[in-house]
């Protein structure tokens, strides 16, 4: 295929390598004999061929600058247009928007500290439970798994990444509630009510139910993400573990998961962009009611959801304006969330000598 | 605004590339069922008139129409007085059809339709009644054995207009209610969980027991589930039906003001079901485009001779005798 489009520039720089086989300088006499005198490989011939690339290259860095660059320009049209839309609002409540609990469109009074809580903790227990999960996960698959066993695991995980989150929410909605009514949460208020956090009426719907579904829906993100990164560790690191006679469980301690963390953290991030975000599922069973609760039982209500309920129906400029903020301060959750994270990996690894812990 | 320039684009896409005068209009999503089978029946005799209808929401159907973006707009709570002074277009209601909202609840062992009085409906979502077993329901329900159980207030959670309805109505026969929360397409509820759509409280309720929640007479019906009495304004217990709907439209229709931006909830008469409203569609009173305002004229003359007949097919209640006449009145001043 590349051949027939090359023709036309082979015709113009034809002219160009015939010299060096008449004048040889003195250096290349002997080489350029012996490189005739081989069968000509098609890359090679090619390359030879063609003429200067110089225009081809300096285009194709200027086109990839402004791909690169539309990443920026994209970013900065999103919020620009944030701001220009939630200015009424911005205008109204100032930094208290973000401060404030309420939420009343029936007088105008608007603040998105429940819809702040309700995301952020909905997210980060989502990791809590899912990412020690991907891991074992992760772990089995690349460590531990026989062969036969492994293609299937792994295409069922990269499956459940596959479901449209309505699917999970309507899944979470029909075995998940009812399941954390009548068994898990009774379980967890005998066992563990002395925290506190699972006090009050449980009725199936709620914070922790949203938090568990999340975690289901990030599971395949992180674990075979995981899973690529540890099965990029060379062998040899494994091997050379091995033979300082470390265990099986050190070997993959020391010589997997210690290279891969920078890894590992990257593959939670994006398990955590899509907690953060994730709307129709966590709509289904969080219970939308904005409400700042001690209990993982109580209802919650994020600012995906919020946006997504309140969007379609909202009357009256002042109400818009304060859903388009909404989305402004989900917004700017995610890139202070990502920063932090960022920020914790470079302290991290910063200057990390090998250790065994 | 640019919201609005893309919606405006995409709906001239829409308009171009067909002969046909063509209609575009945008709003609720309660009378859909009903106004998508009006619109394809009614291209159907006037082959030159081609209505789409795009069914986004109360408030969206109010701006883009207050913007000129569309032709026409829906809505299931009429607009403001402010929004009317500050459309860029001047618009006029006209009703169309009539829906219910009626109370769901799930109590296992009880297979007897409950009654509620309105100011126990409303003490329920204010977290004032909270069981049950309380006397205030139990003296309601004379013989019915009620269990001594936490009630779980179940609400829409997005913006609707069933929620305008039912909080129409709470703050008609709650003053509490009307100080604490009022009314609108989604209101600041002091207890209970939200779901999505009537199909989300519906499903809740289902299968949470003990808990009490309301959906459209509409849902309802189709979906054959059991509701309770509402206690209505001459004191009776009344369980919604078309019947009821349009009794209470009737009781209105009296004192019916003249731009039809009335509620009808909590209505007079013996027969009228209480939580009723009408449905609108906010037509521009004066058109930039002549050809078009006589072609929406037309097809509102259709409706009121052909239309309102559909209704009660699909659960809606049909436009009482008297407003029909004076929609007719209203649909000549169109221009």
Not at chain 1, 89 to 94: R, T, Y
Not at chain 2, 66 to 92: H, N
Not at chain 2, 162 to 173: A, E, G, N, Q, Y
Not at chain 2, 251 to 265: F, G, H, L, Q, W
Request: net charge positive.
């Amino acid at each position: 295929m590349s051949s027939t489009r090359m023709t036309p520039e082979r015709e113009t720089s034809s002219p160009l390598p015939v010299p060096t086989p008449v004048s040889p300088p003195a250096a290349f006499a002997d080489m350029a004999p012996a490189v005739a005198s081989t069968t000509l490989s098609p890359i090679r011939d090619y390359l030879s061929k063609r003429g200067s690339g110089r225009l081809a290259d300096d285009s194709f860095a200027a086109v990839m600058l402004i791909c690169a660059c539309s990443i920026f320009a994209i970013v900065l049209f999103i919020f620009g247009i944030l701001i220009m839309h939630s200015r009424l609002s911005l205008a109204q409540f100032g930094w208290k928007f973000f401060t404030t609990q309420a939420w009343d469109p029936v007088s105008g009074d608007f603040g998105a500290l429940p819809f702040i809580y309700g995301t952020l903790a909905t997210s980060l227990l989502a990791l809590c439970m899912a990412v020690p999960l991907a891991l074992g996960v992760a772990i089995f698959l690349t460590e531990l798994c026989p062969r036969p066993l492994r293609a299937p695991i792994s295409f069922l995980t990269e499956l459940l990444a596959a479901i449209p989150s309505v699917v999970y929410g309507l899944w979470a909605v029909f075995v998940l509630v009812p399941l954390m009514r009548d068994v898990i949460g009774p379980f967890l208020s005998k066992t563990l009510g002395w925290t506190g956090f699972f006090d009050g009426p449980n009725f199936g719907v709620g914070l922790l139910t949203a938090s568990m579904i999340l975690a289901i829906m990030i599971l395949p993100i992180i674990s075979s993400l995981t899973r690529d990164i540890m099965t990029a560790v060379p062998n040899s690191q494994r091997e050379a573990v091995l033979a300082l006679g470390a265990t099986r469980w050190e070997m993959i301690r020391v010589g997997v998961l210690r290279n891969s963390r920078i890894g590992i953290v990257g593959a939670v991030m994006l398990g955590l962009g899509r907690a953060l975000g994730e709307t129709m599922a966590v709509t289904m069973v969080i219970g939308n009611h904005p409400d700042i609760s001690k209990s993982l039982f109580a209802p919650g209500y994020t600012l995906a959801s919020v946006i997504a309920n309140e969007f379609s129906e909202a009357t009256g400029d002042l109400y818009l304006s304060a859903l388009i903020e909404i989305g402004l301060a989900l917004f700017l959750v995610t890139i202070v969330v990502n920063a932090i994270a960022r920020l914790m990996v470079w302290a991290v690894t910063r200057n990390a000598p090998a250790r065994v812990i | 605004m640019n919201l609005k320039v893309i919606a405006a684009g995409v709906l001239t896409l829409v308009a171009v590339g067909a002969n046909a005068q063509n209609i575009n209009g945008a709003g609720a999503t309660f009378p859909y069922p009903i106004y998508s089978k009006w619109f394809s029946e009614y291209s159907q005799t006037n082959p030159s008139v081609k209505i789409n209808y795009q069914s986004i929401g109360s408030g969206g159907g109010i701006r883009q129409v207050s913007e000129g973006t569309v032709d026409f707009g829906a809505t299931d709570g009429p607009m403001t007085d402010q929004q009317l002074k500050d459309a860029k277009v001047k618009v006029m209601h006209i009703p169309t059809v009539l829906g219910a909202v009626v109370p769901v609840y799930n109590l296992p062992g009880v297979n007897k339709d409950l009654n509620f009085s309105s100011d126990v409906i409303a003490d329920i979502y204010l977290g004032k009644i909270t069981k049950w077993s309380d006397p205030r329901i139990t003296k309601d329900n004379p013989g019915v054995n009620l269990p001594d159980k936490s009630i779980l207030p179940v609400y829409r959670s997005d913006g609707s207009g069933t929620t305008f309805i039912f909080t129409d109505f709470l703050s008609k026969v709650s003053p509490d209610w009307a100080t604490k929360v009022g009314h609108s397409t989604s209101v600041k509820w002091p207890t209970g969980i939200g779901q999505k759509g009537n199909e989300g409280v519906a499903g809740m309720v289902r299968q949470s027991p003990y808990s009490f929640g309301y959906v459209e007479l509409i849902y309802a019906e189709t979906n054959k589930m059991s509701f309770g009495a509402v206690r209505n304004a001459s004191g009776k217990f009344l369980k919604a039906s078309t019947a009821g709907v349009t009794a209470a439209a009737s009781a209105a229709a009296k004192t019916m003001p003249a731009d039809y931006r009335v509620s009808i909830t909590n209505a007079p008469g013996a027969d009228s079901y209480p939580i009723s409203s009408f449905t609108w569609l906010l037509i521009p009173t004066h058109s930039t485009d002549p050809a078009k305002a006589k072609a929406l004229a037309d097809f509102l003359g259709w409706m009121l001779d052909h239309g309102e007949n559909e209704a009660a097919a699909l659960t809606y209640a049909p436009l009482p005798k008297q407003v029909q006449d004076m929609v007719r009145k209203s649909i000549a001043t169109v221009k």
